[in-house]
């Protein structure tokens, strides 16, 4: 299973970003697709999963801000970034669950400054 993300950049603060995340191989009983976060000095935390039946989480800070979607047929999970906020400054990386097995993207730089 590969994960490859695009998207990442640098905004000023309000300002949007798109990430993408393409999955490729055995895929078949993937189950959860999501996002995740890890600042400098920081730990890596959770900020959106989306379910195969379309049940969505949100970490609380970025609740009405951000959107997670997908693609089954491109097997592809997006993340709408709206309203960034510096704190919003991070490693993004896809995250992938297909049965038991967890699996990482190589992580997207996404830099919120003026």
């Known amino acids: 299973v590969q994960l490859v993300e695009s998207g990442g950049g640098l905004v000023q603060p309000g300002g949007s970003l798109r990430l993408s995340c393409v999955a490729s191989g055995n895929i078949v009983s993937m189950t959860v697709m999501g996002w995740y976060r890890q600042a400098p000095g920081k730990q890596r935390e959770l900020v959106a999963t989306?379910?195969?039946?379309?049940?969505?989480h949100f970490r609380d800070s970025v609740k009405g801000r951000f959107t997670i979607s997908r693609d089954g047929a491109k097997n592809t999970v997006y993340l709408q970034m709206d309203s960034l906020k510096s704190e919003d400054t991070a490693v993004y990386f896809c995250n992938l669950l297909v049965g038991n097995t967890v699996y990482w993207g190589q992580g997207t730089q996404v830099t919120v400054s003026s």
């Open positions: 989306i379910a195969n039946n379309g049940r969505r």
